[in-house]
């Protein structure tokens, strides 16, 4: 009992600091997390860290919660633990993850409900939305083009493997127009996508 406690409290710790320092996103935790749980501790094997990964990207929600909700079940369930308690390991990394940012974020809102009529503060937020706008924008020119500078100038290609022919296009245009025109949500129009992919591809 007191070894799946010690067990209990070093994987809190463990995703706690992972989480606290990991920037950059969900693939940019998956080094955090086999440096720690692979490497260090040797909770996990290899082949087992890369079956995680593979559902983690397959399943719904952040890539790098989804791995350590897996792995904190993994490794209680090697630990000879029953079915329960590796539920409760689940639940252990997954909250220690989350918490650092959770205050984080908690900060935030606070100095923001309290400064978000500041004109300076606002001067801020309003010059970081047309930078947020311009990113999105950028990360959907990217999946649409491939753009390099050749030696007779810029170059500027269609990815063909986004739009493969005039049906990608109708898809892509309807999709627009339902946005636009219809006010259909983001959910809305990923469901409707992918039923369109399977009855026209």
Known sequence: M?????????????FLIIGAFTFGGGYAVMSLIHSEIVLKYGWISE???TDIIAISQVTPGPVGLNCSTYVGYEVLKQAGAGEFISVLG????????VLPSFLIMLTIVKFYSKF???SMFKSVMD????????MIAAAAFSLM?????GPDGPQLELIRDTFAGWKSWAVFGAVVAAYLF???GPI?????GGLAGILIF
Do not use: C, D, R, W
């Open 188 to 192: 809305t129009l990923l469901l409707l």
């Open 127 to 134: 010059s970081l939305k047309p930078a947020v706008a311009g």
């Open 2 to 14: 007191m070894e799946t406690a010690a067990l209990f409290f070093q994987l809190f710790l463990t």
């Open 182 to 184: 219809a006010k259909m």
């Open 90 to 97: 689940s639940f252990t990394s997954s909250f220690a993850i």
């Open 145 to 149: 083009f491939n753009y390099s500078i």
């Open 116 to 118: 978000h009529e500041n």
């Open 47 to 49: 082949s087992t860290f």
